[in-house]
């Protein structure tokens, strides 16, 4: 068996991976949004929106922005017609953001355009290196533990 490492070495080693491939990743994106016209923050808005984050307020809590800057956003999204704003039906005080038919193509092509530039880097993995870091992506993406006052225990982990 190998040498065991404290979970603190490894999440050192996490967060400088991490922080390289979070840029790296950013660079793709803009790389695959550029010819669209479009910035990594407004791809992530309309991936949100198609994914049900349906109202400003609940936009600006998962970007971590202002509602001052989700206004903005939203209205060049509007501008280019790929969203719309409306009158929540049951709640005339909330507005909803929708796609429209525009904005769900806009997706469509935005995927492809990720796809095409995210293929070099993950034809790197194999086939089983894929399906576990899809899992991994999941687990660390799923809501954390309420109490966050929860801290982790030392744990020996193999590398």
Known sequence: MGMKFALDEILDELWQLSTHLVWQMRLDQQKAFQGLGISPMQGFALMCVSEGIDQPSGLAF???TSPPGISQLLAGLEDRGL???????SNKRKVRILLTEE????LVQMRKNWRDVSRERFTRLTPEEIRMLTQSYRKLT??????????PTEQEVEP
Do not use: C, S
Not at 83 to 89: N, P, Q, S, T, Y
Not at 142 to 151: A, S
């Open 142 to 151: 799923e809501p954390g533990p309420t109490d966050k006052n929860l801290q």
């Open 103 to 106: 904005g769900k193509n806009f």
């Open 62 to 64: 998962v970007m971590d």
């Open 83 to 89: 969203v719309r704003r409306e009158l929540d039906a």
